[in-house]
C-alpha cells in the first residue's frame, strides 16, 4: 500500500485550483484586494489612516490655492485695470497734442 490516497482531501479541491496559475488572469482590483489578507490589522488602519489624511491635505491644498488665486487675480484687476485706462488716456491725448502742434508748425513751411 505505498500509493494510498486522502480522498477527503481531494473532495476539498476548488474548481480554481484545478485550473493552472499561467490561465487565471486576475485584475488589479482582486490582486490588490488580496492585500488585505497579507497585512495585520494595525498596519492596514495606519494605511487608511495615512491615505485618509492625505487626501484631507490635499483637498484643503487644493481649496486654499484656489481661493488665493481668486484674491490676487481679482484684486490685480479691480487695481489696474483703472491705472491702465488711465494711462491709455495719457497717451492718446500727448499723441493729439502733438498732432496738433505738427499740424500748426509744419502747415507754415512749404513744400518741395
Not at 494510498?4 to 482531501?9: L, Q
Not at 490685480?76 to 498732432?99: F, G, Y
Not at 496738433?100 to 512749404?110: A, E, G, M, V, W
Request: charged content about 20%.
Amino acid at each position: 500500500a505505498l500509493f494510498v490516497m486522502d480522498f477527503a482531501a481531494i473532495e476539498d479541491v476548488d474548481d480554481l485550483d484545478l485550473i493552472p496559475d499561467e490561465d487565471l488572469e486576475e485584475t488589479y482590483l482582486e490582486r490588490f484586494a488580496g492585500l488585505k489578507e497579507m497585512f495585520p490589522r494595525p498596519v492596514l488602519n495606519a494605511g487608511s489612516a495615512a491615505a485618509g489624511t492625505s487626501k484631507s491635505a490635499t483637498l484643503w491644498v487644493y481649496h486654499f490655492a484656489r481661493a488665493a488665486v481668486w484674491i490676487t487675480v481679482t484684486s490685480a484687476i479691480i487695481l489696474a485695470l483703472p491705472l491702465s485706462v488711465e494711462i491709455t488716456q495719457i497717451q492718446v491725448a500727448n499723441e493729439m497734442k502733438n498732432m496738433r502742434k505738427d499740424t500748426l508748425f509744419n502747415s507754415n513751411q512749404p513744400r518741395i
